[in-house]
């Protein structure tokens, strides 16, 4: 019989699952937040996923548990293992994706290259770090922050006044994450997947390119990248899954510094957006993989079909257009273009689908794809 | 608002239109024979495809009609469109694809390139058939068959007798197709797809093996096809489109005869087995064609991603294994290999999925291809 993978979570990564699930035969049933979103097709129910009731009953109708994102509370997460329930990634793993001082303090105690950091209490503390930085730094939320938000560049104390004030309202002694502003070269994405019993994969390091702190564009492989900086990604990548013990999907987001080093940002276990690009341009897309991994079945070949694929994500306009409703002009202009939609309702801002375009030279790739995208966007 | 697809039949072909309309974020809603089936994930009804109600009921609730299978009656089909339903291939296309006898005229009368026929009444105009074609013939019923049913090669007209029998049982003064039992070198398909509006695109033309009168490897594109064979196919399979009014993706098999010929053997209106090689293989799958050219939007790119595809399809054995239990040891060996299961009951002889490996050596893509399907043989 085949196994049922149960994905805890209903937007656009448990969407994506399901094509790789249809092919594969596998089962595949989600827990969605609410009704009709993006993963509907497979939502087998819908609640609360931060009930541990609502979660243990969904967990009794399907073989695995995984994750659309990394929100599921840790006692939540703990009384599936305690109830037997196969969870990957664990709770032991994802703890360090839900709290990025656990993260950055973990990271340092494995040797992994990461920005200089610290976890402050306290506006004098920050203050103090500012000083021995230049006075800029980056101030992130330990817990919450995602797309850009929870995180902010400062130069004063005063720059986080409310995060300051929140922290000593909520009276756990909580701290705030700060870390050097970086000054780099390019930002760079390494996936790979690691298997419950150990083996892992990695796909080409990709480059990323962010506006307003949201993934605008994803080159792979990153140009220029064959060699050292392919090698020292990957090698971070590997270290981070294996010191973690993370199960399924891993994505690791990297800054490629001007001095020619590559220092570790930021973490998702989960697939990824820097991944997207996997779907129509390597032989095994990180959906599939993450469905594999998760059912601790051998990992599929990472290698690209072509030599370069460019992802672009589409974000919802003021007008509510869905891409759809462009499909008869873009698909007209564009016929290499992969146009994904994720039936989601358009909001400015919000991530609502994306285009892939594979080929040969890279230059004809990013054109083709910037132009399928643009009849998209606003 | 994105338009929703209705697929008449839950199997295999509708099941693999599921994922591009997923990835396409266009609806797709499936009237399934029974539950449970290959396309059950998308089954939004469960009903009779040859009563007319039930099958117009279905059509209110999509934008357009299209078919896993060109089973459909004629009457329903007249009276979805005389309801002002979309319906693609329409009817005036699909009887092609329902009466061999038809499709055979009006080839002929396209002059396209077919085997010699001839529409027999009675076992003295086969003997008479026989006796100008030294003594060999294939006899087709002309509605009904598929994957070798229907389809018998004969030497002497009792043979057939039982056929006879039926006809004359039927009293509808039907007739038996007899052809030329044609000495072909290799069988050929082309796989075109045709819009509404009237935009056609083709794939590269594939080489197909039977085994037992069905589909047991594809090899894409068809090797020493570059050129006259290619051109020669493709052209074949847009004048067959046209002249037969077909919309959506249409097969052409083909013989590709020891004296350098390429003839006609059978057509499908539909995604066929041996377009499967392009989910993996294609920039636009056929799935994703099908849809896109039903919904009436621009075609897609057919370029080959890489320079081989080889597909191979699996057959349910006598002990009821699914492709599922035997990945572990599959996936270990073939981390290439892409795994297509339909999730249905495994029956021997029955097709319950596939396997196709994509490449740059014809020796190495047939070589892991094999491996890989003989994991799920018997």
Known sequence: ???????????QLARMMIPAALELGVGIRVLAETQGMSA????SAVGDYRDPNTVLEFAKTVDVVTFDHE?????????LVEAGVQVHP?????QFAQDKLLMRQRLSDLDLPVPDWAAVENPEQLDAFLKDHDGRAVVKTARGGYDGKGVRVVTRVTDVDDWFTTLAEDGNGGSLLVEELVDFHRELAQQVARRPSGDIVAWPV???????GICAEVVAPAPGSAGRIAELSQ????RVAEGLG???MLAVELFETRDGRVLVNELAMRPHNSGHWSIDGSTTSQFEQHLRAVLDLPLGATGTLRPW????NILGGPEGATMPDRYAAAMGEHPTAKFHSYDKESRPGRKVGHVTVCGDDLDEVAYQARGAAAFFQH
């Open 1 to 11: 019989m085949a196994k049922t993978v149960g994905v805890i979570g209903g937007g």
């Open 40 to 43: 509907a097709l497979a939502a």
């Open 309 to 312: 694929s460019m992802m672009i």
């Open 90 to 94: 664990g709770p032991d793993a994802l």
């Open 246 to 248: 993370v199960t399924g």
């Open 235 to 238: 090698d971070i990548a590997v």
């Open 206 to 212: 990709v480059e990323t390119v962010q506006r307003d």
């Open 71 to 79: 929100h599921v509370p840790q006692p939540v997460l703990r009384a």
